[in-house]
């Protein structure tokens, strides 16, 4: 069987594939200069849907560029996985009682 955490309308589904944000999210949390990261589902005419990340960096460090990121995801997970879009922002939108504003990271790559 296989799980996947989260809520449902957060699985990015890719060309029939269900992916599970946690899962990319997870992974860009051991690079030693990310400070917290979110995987969105962007618009993809190939795939219908593709992912798309948001990083803050911890203080004092040094910025990964995409590539690194994207190489990160790759050699750790399925190439399904690697995002289309990156964004590295100053802070993720939280709503007031902590929870992820999905929603508004994909706005960011709507724009």
Same mark, same amino acid.
């Given at each position: ?14 060309? @029939? *594939?269900?992916?599970?944000? +946690? ?6 949390? =051991?690079? /030693?200069?990310? !400070? ?11 795939? @219908? *849907?593709?992912?798309?990340? +948001? ?6 460090? =040094?910025? /990964?560029?995409? !590539? ?44």
């Amino acid at each position: 069987y296989l799980f996947l955490g989260g809520r449902a309308d957060d699985v990015i589904v890719r060309g @029939g *594939e269900n992916i599970s944000p +946690a899962e990319i999210e997870e992974v860009l949390m =051991t690079h /030693p200069a990310i !400070a917290d990261a979110a995987a969105v589902a962007v618009p993809s005419a190939e795939w @219908g *849907e593709a992912v798309g990340i +948001a990083v803050t960096c911890k203080p004092d460090s =040094t910025i /990964p560029d995409d !590539a690194e990121l994207k190489m990160l995801i790759k050699n750790r997970l399925r190439s399904s996985r690697v995002p289309e879009r990156v964004a590295v922002l100053e802070a993720l939108p939280y709503n007031e009682m902590g929870k992820l504003l999905r929603r508004e990271i994909r706005k960011l790559f709507s724009e």
